[in-house]
């Protein structure tokens, strides 16, 4: 529990909801609900362990933060409960709930305990990554995907990275549970293209020669979109990122909506797989862009737009 003053307001609940959703409870000594409405706060916050900040906030020693809020969500009473995620106010309540109402208030806004221990071990497993250690972050996103199944983002995190260390057939597994949702998610569908692509090379483009017989076919034809389709997937299934987009803009700059604008999606796709995980930062501000995710959506813009 954090007492909230209106030198650190900014720092402990709105910096901090961006970690966490934080509980403001807004109090005065005097108010008779309040009293009883503290200790359930309190105890919730312990048999949440973790999963929501709670502070307090004395309405006669803060009256321009309580009186704004106030003022905001059209109340005039307390006790009043805010409850701020990403920086932002989102949903509130009045008065002394029980505990059950108080519960299942904070269950609509507050990640479940699976959630919560999935995001722990998909935070850890990007540290890892971060400082090269790829079996721990392999370990870590294994658990996170089996705590909270339904965390697209850390399967994301999971198949790319078995694909990135060459265990296509353990990727493919992972990824079978979520393989419906390939057709309106951006993240799995570029994970999708990815296997395909591998695939592709297996069946079809698998011998020490296959680059050579493409660039064959596109120094006889620089219009054969085919084979540049298809020198464009050899290369993904190299993880040769940068020359997979280039050889997708070859195409683009001929012909854009050629086989139902098959290289561009297919571009789109590469830029999903390699752009880094956004580094969390305070509202209002705007996260960094990685320099070659950047690049090559400029250069992609500007061949589209022309």
């Not at 050889?247 to 789109?268: C, F, G």
Request: with cysteine.
């Amino acid at each position: 529990m954090i007492d909230i003053t209106l030198e650190n307001f900014e720092a402990e609940v709105l910096q901090a909801s961006m970690q966490a959703p934080v509980l403001l409870d807004i109090w005065a000594p005097w108010c008779g609900p309040c009293k009883q409405l503290g200790p359930v706060l309190e105890k919730l916050e312990t048999d949440y362990a973790g999963r929501f900040i709670l502070a307090k906030l004395d309405a006669d020693q803060v009256p321009q933060i309580a009186g704004q809020l106030s003022q905001m969500l059209g109340v005039r009473s307390i006790p009043l409960c805010v409850l701020f995620h990403q920086g932002q106010p989102v949903d509130g309540f009045t008065g002394a709930l029980p505990e059950a109402e108080v519960r299942a208030f904070l269950d609509k806004h507050v990640p479940s305990a699976a959630e919560a221990e999935a995001q722990v071990e998909e935070e850890q497993a990007l540290d890892a990554l971060a400082e090269g250690d790829t079996d721990t972050a392999l370990e870590k996103l294994q658990h996170a995907v089996a705590a909270d199944p339904a965390n697209d983002d850390a399967r994301f995190d999971y198949v790319k990275l078995l694909l990135q260390l060459g265990r296509e057939d353990d990727a493919k597994v992972a990824f079978a549970p979520v393989i419906a949702k390939a057709g309106t998610s951006r993240k799995l569908g570029a994970l999708k293209a990815w296997m395909d692509a591998l695939d592709f090379v297996a069946t079809s483009a698998s011998g020490a020669g296959a680059e050579a017989e493409f660039d064959a076919k596109i120094a006889a034809n620089k219009r054969d979109f085919d084979a540049r389709l298809g020198r464009a997937r050899w290369l993904i299934a190299q993880q040769r990122w940068q020359d997979a987009m280039d050889e997708l803009l070859e195409i683009l700059m001929r012909d854009k909506a050629w086989s139902d604008e098959a290289a561009r999606k297919l571009y789109v796709a590469i830029l999903e797989i390699i752009e880094p995980p956004k580094v969390k930062v305070a509202d209002g501000q705007i996260p960094p862009e990685d320099p070659l995710v950047a690049t090559y959506r400029r250069r992609l813009s500007s061949v589209v737009l022309s």
